[in-house]
């Protein structure tokens, strides 16, 4: 909803895609069919690349641009730009668990593939689709070598996940696992929401939102 708004205002949007070889990169998008490719969790840590200088770029030719990223990613950018561009920069982090090593994630691809006697093609690190909101399923489409399409459904790299044994070291150490954040709105799903307002639970998915600046309650 919010990177609609900027889009439509003739703005630029930031975010976390999957590439074809299944890491996580951030990219610039002008466009709704961009955008959307920025849809959908993703459990490995996201290549900046050079998305700052982009972002600053962007900026100084006078565009509005929505960053989208952990909290860190945010104040990392923050820092970079050294220059309050008010109304023309909106951020927005998402509440996140801890960051997974990428090397785990190319590993573990490897032994799907490996197990399941086909190249990966399609995945989805949390089906909600057949599983619901509750649930945490990472569904893999899986290419045979006579063409066909097998569907793996696992909870391996989930309890890798959950396990906390393959999150960054300073994960642990990080300064936002708090009230506070750095960007004008943080946004991520809506925990406990049963035990909270148990009519809002229909195993679809609540959001939680909150408004950390003015820039944000506006």
Same mark, same amino acid.
């Given at each position: 909803a919010v990177s609609d708004m900027i889009l439509e205002e003739g703005g630029i949007v930031y975010g976390c895609v999957l590439d074809e070889k299944f890491e996580a990169f951030h990219v610039r998008a002008t466009t709704k069919e961009e955008r959307?490719?920025? #849809?959908?969790? *993703?459990?490995?840590?996201? =290549?900046m690349a050079d998305t700052f200088r982009n972002v600053k770029a962007d900026l100084e030719a006078g565009s509005k641009v929505l960053f989208s990223g952990t909290s860190c990613q945010v104040a990392g950018l923050l820092a970079f730009l050294r220059k309050d561009y008010g109304e023309q920069l909106f %951020?927005?982090?998402? !509440? %996140?668990?801890? $960051?997974?090593?990428? !090397? @785990?994630? *190319? /590993?573990? !691809?490897?032994?799907?593939? /490996?197990? =399941?006697?086909?190249?990966? $093609?399609?995945?989805?690190? #949390?089906n909600? *689709?057949?599983?619901?909101?509750?649930?945490? @399923?990472e569904t893999l489409k899986i290419e045979k070598g006579d063409g066909t399409i097998e569907t793996v459904n696992s909870k391996v790299f989930r309890n890798l996940f959950y396990s906390h044994k393959i999150i960054r070291l300073s994960c642990y150490k990080c300064p936002y696992k708090d009230i506070t954040h750095p960007s004008?709105?943080?946004?991520?799903?809506?925990? #406990? $929401?049963?035990?909270?307002?148990?009519?809002?639970?229909? =195993?679809k998915g609540v959001s939680l939102v909150l408004l950390n600046t003015d820039k944000g309650q506006a």
């Amino acid at each position: 909803a919010v990177s609609d708004m900027i889009l439509e205002e003739g703005g630029i949007v930031y975010g976390c895609v999957l590439d074809e070889k299944f890491e996580a990169f951030h990219v610039r998008a002008t466009t709704k069919e961009e955008r959307n490719r920025m #849809r959908g969790s *993703k459990y490995i840590q996201s =290549n900046m690349a050079d998305t700052f200088r982009n972002v600053k770029a962007d900026l100084e030719a006078g565009s509005k641009v929505l960053f989208s990223g952990t909290s860190c990613q945010v104040a990392g950018l923050l820092a970079f730009l050294r220059k309050d561009y008010g109304e023309q920069l909106f %951020c927005m982090d998402i !509440l %996140c668990h801890g $960051v997974p090593s990428p !090397l @785990v994630w *190319k /590993e573990y !691809l490897q032994w799907q593939e /490996e197990k =399941n006697h086909g190249k990966c $093609v399609e995945i989805d690190f #949390r089906n909600k *689709k057949d599983f619901g909101w509750d649930d945490h @399923v990472e569904t893999l489409k899986i290419e045979k070598g006579d063409g066909t399409i097998e569907t793996v459904n696992s909870k391996v790299f989930r309890n890798l996940f959950y396990s906390h044994k393959i999150i960054r070291l300073s994960c642990y150490k990080c300064p936002y696992k708090d009230i506070t954040h750095p960007s004008d709105i943080t946004i991520g799903d809506f925990w #406990r $929401v049963d035990n909270a307002t148990p009519d809002f639970d229909d =195993n679809k998915g609540v959001s939680l939102v909150l408004l950390n600046t003015d820039k944000g309650q506006a």
